[in-house]
């Protein structure tokens, strides 16, 4: 690894020209319900040097608001405007491309409310009411397919969303991480998920969320900052990293996560600058 990449100058050079903090969660900012040390102090030097920060997951299963509580409860206060998941940035691709349309939505309860109340309209399957030996009935086919990260996952919603793709549905995807780390290893998650589903009807999903350019431009939008001065920091090379680094923003790689150094030489996706921590960060700042 490209020694430079460590160097105490690229850090600062990189700081001082980030004015927008885009912070993934577990991994980055916290492990399980506990802030990372000197996480929260890192929060507080962003601010002091004039600069902005805001916290976004891939994680569709909860809602931002969800999140917010869990923050508060490790004693860290944000605002709604401060938080976006993988979920908002489906909600606005779906607001911009596909307005007034009918969705059939992979995804937890609190997802569907966030759906609802941004004004999607979700589609309600009737093919489980009927028998599956039934020749003569014929659903209406939704417009669009949504998988997100489904824990109530069923296998009549995964039975029906491939019908609905080969029938002619758009297939959209909130995110690709594959597997979502949990105490004890790892759980499937959207992007384990859309594979099923891209075996059975041989139609690949549209992703938005982490590293695609729909988070970046939400970001932009949302923010008003151009991206050529927004970090995205994280644990994860193909999606944190990736985000900035694929998209004319900048990437930071924190080593208290999943990915070390080893992964980064073996990556194609090259960080443009590599922190212990983000407390590492804010000591810098």
């Known amino acids: 690894m ?12 990189i700081l001082d020209r980030t004015e927008l903090f885009v912070l993934d969660m577990d991994g ?47 004693d860290c206060h944000i605002t709604r405007d401060m938080i976006m998941t993988s979920g908002d940035v489906m909600i606005g691709y779906l607001k911009k491309y596909y307005d007034g349309k009918e969705v059939y939505l992979l995804g937890t309860p609190a997802l569907e409310e966030s759906f609802r109340d941004a004004g999607i309209k979700l589609f309600v399957s009737e093919r489980d009411k009927v028998a599956a030996s039934s020749n003569a009935f014929c ?54 998920i859309c594979a099923a589903i891209e075996l059975s009807s041989k139609v690949k999903p549209k992703f938005v969320g982490k590293p695609f350019e729909e988070t970046v431009e939400m970001i932009e939008k949302a923010k008003g900052i151009d991206r050529k ?41 090259k960080p443009d600058v590599i ?8 000591e810098l700042l």
Do not use: W
């Not at 490209?2 to 050079?13: A, N, P, R």
């Not at 924190?254 to 990556?267: F, M, P």
């Not at 922190?275 to 804010?282: I, K, L, N, R």
């Open 2 to 13: 490209d020694s430079y990449l460590q160097s105490t100058e690229k850090k600062k050079e």
């Open 28 to 74: 980055t900012f916290y492990l399980g319900d506990e802030i990372l040390k000197g996480a929260g102090e890192a929060l507080e030097a962003i601010k002091k040097a004039g600069k902005d920060y805001m916290f976004f997951t891939n994680n569709s299963s909860t809602s931002p608001e969800l999140y917010i509580r869990k923050l508060e409860r490790m």
């Open 139 to 192: 659903e209406r086919v939704p417009d669009v397919v949504v998988a997100a990260f489904d824990k109530t996952l069923t296998f009549e919603k995964l039975s029906n969303a491939c019908v609905y793709i080969m029938k002619g549905a758009k297939f959209l995807a909130t995110h690709l991480d594959i597997n979502c780390p949990v105490q004890g290893g790892f759980i499937p998650d959207c992007g384990a």
């Open 229 to 269: 001065k927004i970090a995205f920091v994280g644990d994860r090379i193909y999606t944190d990293v990736a985000t900035g680094v694929n998209n004319g923003a900048m990437g930071i790689l924190v080593l208290t996560g999943e990915a070390g150094l080893s992964d980064v030489d073996e990556s194609e996706v």
């Open 275 to 282: 922190f212990d921590s983000v407390s590492e960060m804010g």
